[in-house]
């Protein structure tokens, strides 16, 4: 599936949305004429009763009353580069058998600058007039207006973005504004009701509800956030709006859905709130952002892994490179390493972890939890300057003519050189095991178990001492992955 940050929506298809809907309205105006038509003339009609709720189902009207009002409309306005006399690649569709050939002739053709508008949500989170909102709703515009639940507008200054949390801090020149109650989505467990607030598709103070489907969830753009997914229908326009709890409070900032078509499809995903505050706060004091580092590749630890590297459980995540120089490789981490925990803290997936660091500041301390040949230590890390961790995915088809199933090659000085490796075997053919756990041509084995592998004699050395399981470590292109192999 393809992941899209949730579209902004020209403030065009906003105004025609809204005429459209309201032209219906009237249309169906005659029904109400027609029953009070039938009302004796001098008679009041007493108010209407407010309908109870339906056991065990949660009453959300008390949250929308008191927190629409925080919750805000953004519009943009800039410009952006356009080929002259070629139609705008992003409406067109990939499938159309003209995109390719504007898109590769596209460096041929004349650039212009054409008028662009959008449409996202926003909330208040202090009375000044400070505003949280996606980093992506005002990324490149030239003006940001704010319109609040009151029909008030204002000119929101960008107090600052920050593109790897994809969240943006605006300022309006105001007093005394309604604001949200922040809450802690730390807190929020699987399958609690949440209600999100927006203007999806420019259809202001919408409000829409589902429930907590997942928590720290990792998506494809390479983004350190660990993202909640809801149910919740989200679309173009609530980019920037909040997440709510039962008790409404703001977990998270909506911000991204997985999709087919564009639109909704039952995937949401929220920017934790903890996160979106911990920039706010930055911003506001400072300007910018600074989050930690530690320098190292990570990847999910399978049961396959678990075994081979003696877990008792498929948890944490496997080092798989550590960067040269960094504070990983000064504080000792090495390829093979599971990082379990953090200052006591559980991982207990690859993608905690740079959440996790991400939390710190440059030059704090970090205690990991570092499973290693069979036992846990403890390491200290002085955590660096913010350079996003790495993920590696295990998406590979690939394997020693032999248990293995793989025939290799060392290789050249050169092709040394140029992967930055000592070592190494080059995989020209993979069948059997190797294949089946993936390993395929062009990968290059570094190492069995933890065993650095130079030569072939050394492999089938290392793979006669394995058993029924190994952990190979194979870089493929500018990534390194451990590949858990069966080998019967």
Request: proline share 6%; hydrophobic share 40%; net charge neutral.
């Amino acid at each position: 599936m393809k992941s899209n940050a949730l579209k902004m929506t020209t403030v065009a298809v906003a105004l025609a949305a809204a005429l459209g809907g309201a032209y219906s309205i009237g249309q169906y105006q005659p029904f109400a004429d027609a029953h009070a038509a039938v009302q004796p003339a001098t008679t009041t009609a007493p108010p209407a009763p407010v309908a109870a709720m339906p056991a065990g189902l949660p009453d959300m009207r008390t949250i929308v009353a008191s927190n629409a009002p925080a919750v805000v409309n953004i519009s943009v306005t800039g410009t952006r580069k356009t080929a002259a006399g070629g139609p705008d690649l992003q409406q067109m569709d990939p499938n159309d058998p003209f995109y390719q050939f504007f898109r590769h002739f596209r460096g041929q053709i004349p650039e212009s600058r054409q008028p662009m508008q959008g449409l996202g949500s926003g909330f208040i989170v202090a009375p000044d007039g400070t505003i949280l909102t996606n980093a992506h709703v005002v990324d490149g515009a030239e003006e940001v207006t704010v319109k609040l639940n009151d029909k008030r507008e204002f000119k929101a200054k960008v107090l600052g973005l920050d593109k790897a949390s994809d969240v943006a801090v605006l300022k309006v020149d105001a007093k005394n504004l309604p604001t949200v109650k922040i809450g802690a989505s730390a807190q929020t467990q699987v399958g609690e009701w949440v209600l999100a607030i927006g203007s999806p598709f420019g259809f202001e103070s919408s409000a829409s509800a589902g429930i907590v489907s997942a928590k720290s969830r990792s998506l494809p753009d390479g983004s350190y956030v660990p993202f909640i997914q809801t149910d919740v229908a989200v679309n173009p326009g609530n980019s920037g709006g909040p997440l709510f709890n039962m008790n409404g409070e703001v977990i998270g900032i909506n911000s991204q859905i997985y999709s087919r078509s564009g639109g909704y499809q039952g995937l949401s995903f929220a920017i934790p709130i903890e996160v979106a505050m911990n920039v706010e706060k930055q911003i506001v004091t400072s300007g910018k952002v600074q989050r930690g580092k530690l320098g190292v590749s990570i990847q999910e630890v399978n049961q396959s892994l678990a075994d081979t590297f003696g877990l008792s459980k498929p948890a944490g995540a496997l080092v798989s490179s550590v960067e040269k120089g960094s504070p990983a490789a000064k504080a000792g981490l090495e390829p093979g390493d599971v990082i379990l925990g953090v200052d006591g803290k559980t991982v207990n997936a690859a993608s905690d972890l740079p959440a996790a660091i991400a939390t710190k500041q440059p030059g704090e301390q970090a205690r990991l939890q570092v499973w290693r040949k069979g036992q846990t230590r403890d390491i200290d890390v002085k955590v660096g300057s913010f350079g996003e961790e790495k993920v590696a995915s295990a998406d590979a088809p690939a394997a020693d003519k032999g248990r293995l199933g793989v025939a290799v090659r060392p290789l050249t000085p050169e092709e040394q050189r140029q992967a930055e490796v000592k070592g190494g075997l080059i995989v020209e053919q993979a069948d059997g095991a190797a294949a089946r756990a993936g390993i395929r041509p062009g990968d290059i084995i570094l190492s069995v178990n933890g065993q650095s592998i130079t030569d072939i004699d050394q492999l089938r050395g290392a793979l006669a001492k394995s058993g029924k399981k190994a952990a190979i470590l194979v870089e493929r292109g500018n990534a390194r992955i451990f590949v858990p192999v069966d080998l019967g």
